[in-house]
């Protein structure tokens, strides 16, 4: 099955500093990536939807200049947590949609833990 | 509203027991929807999909009931390791929003032997 990857596995940074994860499809390519934010106990919720050479659409209440994202191939989109504070500690999850496939296939990333001390 | 609705249990049953998981969902032209399980600390792997009347394999029934917009899960003769936060997902079908997926907020499940 298609293999998405994430880097780092977890990230612990100082309060300030920003944060650069990286999501990869490995064996396919995805126009369309996702990221979501997951908090203990809660659901994944969506932050925005990356697409292949075009600026992110973000969901609403997410700050785009707080969280910059890239597309620059169909193979990789990085999310970076600008200034990081505490709050933004999280499991930040990507996902990755097969272009040969369905529009509701997607494929999950292992996720990111980002604790900001 | 939430796209997505599901009690978050937790649901604590013995090993070899059936159980039962109910999600509803707001939007009544949605066509399919997914279960997801999700392990601690770990990504949403794909349980089932629920397509019209439903979906069986092996120990697991989804069922959907349009009239009611709601989606059942059934595990049947519970193992530990179906030990997990079970994910209602509903995928948006609409226009620009395509590809995007509602999550429920899970439902967790623990087996004890």
């Known amino acids: 099955g298609a293999v998405v990857s994430q880097h780092p596995s977890w990230v612990i940074c100082k309060s300030g500093t920003s944060v650069k994860i990286e999501c990869r499809s490995l064996?396919?390519?995805?126009?369309?990536m996702f990221w979501y934010r997951q908090f203990p106990k809660q659901s994944l919720m969506l932050m925005a939807t990356?697409?292949?050479?075009?600026?992110?659409?973000?969901e609403q209440g997410v700050e785009k200049d707080k969280f910059l994202i890239n597309h620059a191939s169909l193979t990789l989109s990085t999310l970076t947590v600008t200034s990081a504070h505490p709050e933004d500690s999280s499991f930040y999850i990507c996902?990755?949609?097969?272009?040969?496939?369905?529009?509701?296939?997607?494929?999950f990333g292992p996720g990111t833990r980002l604790t900001v001390l | 509203r939430k796209e997505v609705e599901q009690d978050p249990g937790p649901f604590n049953v013995p090993e070899g027991a059936t159980v039962a998981f109910n999600c509803t969902y707001s939007?009544?032209?949605?066509?399919?929807f997914f279960w997801y399980r999700q392990d601690c600390r770990k990504e949403p792997k794909l349980l089932m999909s629920?397509?019209?009347s439903g979906n069986e394999d092996g120990r697991f029934t989804a069922q959907l009931n349009r009239a009611s917009q709601y989606i059942s899960l059934l595990i049947r003769d519970s193992k530990l390791s179906d030990s997990a936060t079970y994910l209602c997902v509903s995928p948006a079908d609409r226009g620009s929003t395509l590809g995007r997926l509602y999550f429920g907020r899970g439902t967790q499940l623990t087996v004890w032997p």
């Open positions: 939007n009544s032209a949605s066509q399919s």
């Open positions: 629920v397509y019209s």
């Open positions: 996902s990755a949609r097969d272009t040969k496939t369905g529009p509701n296939e997607q494929f």
């Open positions: 990356s697409n292949e050479g075009s600026k992110a659409t973000y």
């Open positions: 064996d396919f390519q995805a126009t369309t």
